[in-house]
């Protein structure tokens, strides 16, 4: 064997020996090393499963230790110490927030993983004062406490998600959607300030006038350029009361149409989603729990079996002296749709209620052991004028029912998304979030479908489709294992994405978990 061969066996089996540490294996030298950094708050270096776990169950990469900071300084410090081992440590380090990743994002394999929730019971400061309202919170306190907060001044944020036990720092890093989305944008668009410690283990303050490329590029940036340990949101006053709104469509095209029209109209609802639904026995029965039908003997003639149908949800805010006011104003928008008119059902609701209607969901299924289950989840953007074409295959050929969980699917605005940010979405004035929020409960008995084998071809089969169709699909929580891959997701921005890597994460330290950039190897 000649010496170049044998050279260069040597340094592949290095690589691969290295790749494990970095990678797998807590290393036993990380606990004396890591002692020794100054903190207020403290290093766990014992019980750390906790952080190899998350929300999608499928992914589990234990770290070397877990810090709880009292700080951005304590995270900043520790940060600032792994930079300074340079690119001969593999350490790196993930911030987690509430644990809803769903394919190990947030984990940190051998390395540091920050426990953001031990930042929450900080100074939440709310400003209601003056024309634009804000309320500063920690990064890692989740959204239904900064919605407690906020509302003890009679103000809300504008923008939400479905769920609201997540952190700030979780979906400021991703986009935060739901159904007033098509208004007021994703979260990263009401975002006023952040503070962020950057790979380097620096403290930064950014905003749109203030290193204003880190602030946009930690907006949906997926962690990669620093974790973000404060951040100002924007407030408005908030209703008392919600009048929710549910009906259905057999019709794709009508429901869609309906859709488009309303949230181009600039008198419209205050929350508007549609949900796929498939083949689902009892369906209108199972609203009855929450809802109202307007015409009751309708509706229990109404049968779902076998169907596929489109359901249409709605809100309209409102306080209780202008009751009078909101019920003209949903009649006259009711009036322009064109859905199954048995299959209209309401309620009032707080607005508390309704925007923490998925908890309620969530106690359920834990008391069933449905919580901590594997989640495929698969969320997309797909381009208004490829929204037939995909409904066609997915939901005409592809997916047969929708009982493993909810297929989520409305239209937004993009005028209403900062292109400046680091998301990336399809290239059209409108396009469609469609969510696949599949769960795979274990098998109870061997005959028994393997729900996660089945969701996750599902996904695949949706996935190839996209691609071979030209679809001019983008991943939402986007997934990917190659370079390649992410460097298709993110098209043109790459270059852009790539450079604020550089600039403020160079050793790739942060948010290993997302499998974009790797940690450079000692060896050359």
Known sequence: MHSHDSNLLVKLFLLLILTLIAMHVSDPDVPSALQAIAVDGHFNFHDVSSAARDFGHRYHFQPSAILHPRSASDIAAVVKHVFRLGPRSGLTVAARGHGHSLQGQAQAP?????????????????????????????????????????????????????????????????????????????????????????????????????????????????????????????????????????????????????????????????????????????????????????????????????????????????????????????????????????????????????????????????????????????NLLIPRSRIHDFAREVFGKILTDSSNGPILLYPVNKSKWDNRTSVVIPDEEMFYLVAFLSSAPAKSSPSDRDTLAHALKQNSRILNYCGKAGIGMKQYLPHYTTQEEWRSHFGARWEKFSQRKEAYDPLAILAPGQRIFHKALPWS
Request: aromatic share 10%; hydrophobic share 35%; proline share 4%.
């Open 110 to 378: 051998g390395g540091i993983v920050v426990h953001m929730e031990s930042l929450r019971g900080g100074e939440t400061r709310v400003e209601h004062r003056g024309e634009s309202p804000y309320v500063d919170v920690s990064g890692g306190e989740l959204w239904i406490d900064v919605l407690h907060e906020s509302l003890k001044h009679g103000l809300a944020p504008k923008s939400w998600t479905d769920y609201l036990h997540l952190s700030v720092g979780g979906t400021l890093s991703n986009a935060g959607v739901s159904g007033q989305a098509f208004r007021h944008g994703p979260q990263i668009s009401n975002v006023y300030q952040l503070e962020i410690v950057t790979g380097k283990g620096v403290v930064m303050n950014c905003s749109a006038t203030e290193n204003s490329d880190l602030f946009y590029g930690a907006l949906g940036g997926l962690g990669q350029f620093g974790i973000i340990t404060r951040a100002r949101i924007a407030l408005e006053p908030a209703p008392k009361m919600v009048k929710w709104i549910r009906v259905l469509y057999s019709d794709f095209t009508n429901f869609t149409e309906d859709q488009e029209m309303l949230i181009s109209l600039k008198k419209t609802f205050d929350y508007i989603e549609g949900f796929a639904i498939i083949n689902r026995t009892g369906l209108l029965n199972n609203w009855r729990s929450s809802f109202k039908p307007q015409d009751p003997a309708q509706a229990g003639r109404f049968d779902s079996d076998g169907r596929t149908l489109f359901c249409l949800e709605m809100t309209k805010n409102f306080n209780p002296e202008e009751t009078h006011i909101m019920e003209q104003e949903v009649e006259e928008l009711l009036s322009r749709l064109r859905y199954i008119p048995s299959t209209m059902f309401q309620s009032e609701v707080t607005y508390m209620e309704f925007l923490n209607r998925v908890h309620v969901s969530e106690m359920k299924l834990r008391s069933e052991g449905l919580w901590e289950i594997p989640h495929p989840w698969l």
